[in-house]
């Protein structure tokens, strides 16, 4: 059985910094490429950040470039989301996903598993 199980979300003020973890279960984790999505109230959910599997290239929203960074420690089974300079407009429920695939990673319906979610928010 896949489990995607996020963590580290919470109430942080405009500026501040967290960090999300998902740990992987259940799949070879390093023959996924993963991503971060994130879906704020009344909106779609919509593409944060993907990285391949061996973790060498990284890709990134224009909304979070420069202040995201995504990460994974395969030996972990653990990928990462480090944010920087939080905005309110970042506020959201944050979910990671995996897929098998190398293109279209900015789509939802190539992930075929998917975390929970961790419900961060930014105060102005």
């Known amino acids: 059985q896949v489990q995607l199980v996020e963590s580290g979300g919470g109430l942080v003020q405009t500026g501040g910094s967290l960090r999300l973890s998902c740990a992987a279960s259940?799949?070879?984790?390093?023959?996924?490429?993963m991503g971060w999505f994130r879906q704020a109230p009344g909106k779609e959910r919509e593409f944060v950040a993907t990285?391949?599997?061996?973790?060498?290239?990284?890709s990134y929203a224009d909304s979070v470039k420069g202040r995201f960074a995504i990460s994974r420690d395969n030996a972990k089974n653990t990928v990462y989301l480090q944010m920087n300079t939080l905005k309110p407009e970042d506020t959201a429920v944050y979910y990671c996903?995996?897929?098998?695939?190398?293109?279209?990673?900015?789509?939802?319906?190539?992930?075929?598993?998917w975390g929970q979610g961790t419900r961060v928010t930014v105060s102005s």
């Open positions: 996903a995996s897929t098998p695939y190398r293109l279209g990673y900015t789509s939802i319906s190539v992930y075929n598993y």
């Open positions: 990285i391949t599997r061996s973790g060498g290239t990284t």
């Open positions: 259940g799949l070879p984790f390093s023959s996924y490429r």
